[in-house]
């Protein structure tokens, strides 16, 4: 596609719900990110893949979230057992070279965890 | 590790003042990329530049500019005449080894 996709763009999960937030990258783009963006904060780097490899996931802040590329081009970001600190925008991102081409993010999905 | 500093939280200024937004970073690597995002109230990150450490050279692009000394570790973006259009949160961000790495964001106001 044009652009990076993500879906849904807005989601409110009860506590303890498990959510799951897609990301459809560029067509050709190798590189696709995770980030998690609080309020009034800067996007945190949370995982990344190259085509379906995660090389990095040191971001994950806790064993329940979790992430996938089993194909090498969409991926799913999933968070078990919600927490209200979840509660954050999750931003996506691919790349066809990491740092020399920049990214390109998608527009986010809005967690809202009651 | 990698850090990215901007000091200014938000700026409000009137429509058709320059406006420069302040971006110190800390890297040990002697390769890395700095980058401007905008993003507007929609979310979306927008990119507008990036500058690789072995280019200092300023770039100007309409009423963008931008400021990349490494003496100092400073990337500095300014806008010239500013317009309402330009509110939005700026993001500086460095990409190394530690891989992309964000401010905290500067909130740009433009009153009209």
């Known amino acids: 596609g044009a652009g990076v996709s993500q879906s849904p763009r807005y989601k409110v999960a ?18 696709l ?3 998690q963006q609080a309020l009034g904060q800067g996007p945190e780097f949370l995982t990344y893949f190259q085509n379906e490899a995660q090389l990095d996931k ?4 806790s064993d329940r979230f979790f992430a996938e590329r089993p194909e090498g081009s969409v991926s799913t970001l999933k968070i078990q057992r919600t927490q209200q600190e979840d509660s954050a925008v999750y931003l996506c991102a691919s790349s066809l070279v990491p740092g020399r081409y920049g990214y390109t993010f998608g527009s986010g999905t809005r967690l809202t965890v009651v | 590790a990698q850090k990215v500093t901007q000091a200014q939280t938000e700026i409000s200024v009137v429509e058709k003042e320059d406006v420069t937004l ?18 507007p109230p929609s979310g979306e990150l927008v990119f507008l530049i990036r500058r690789n450490s072995f280019d200092e050279q300023n770039e100007i692009s309409g009423r963008y ?4 000394q490494k003496s100092t570790s400073s990337f500095n973006f300014t806008i010239t005449a500013s317009q309402v259009v330009d509110s939005a949160v700026y993001f500086c961000a460095l990409w190394g080894a530690d891989g992309l790495t964000f401010g905290k964001g500067t909130h ?3 009153q009209p």
């Open chain 2, 65 to 68: 500019s931008w400021n990349f």
């Open chain 1, 58 to 61: 040191s971001g994950l802040p």
């Open chain 1, 33 to 35: 990110f995770w980030y």
């Open chain 2, 22 to 39: 302040d971006c110190v970073y800390e890297t040990r690597d002697t390769t890395y990329y700095l980058f401007w995002y905008k993003q």
């Open chain 2, 108 to 110: 740009l106001i433009i």
């Open chain 1, 14 to 31: 009860k506590r303890g719900q498990d959510v799951a937030l897609r990301c459809d990258p560029i067509s050709g783009h190798v590189s």
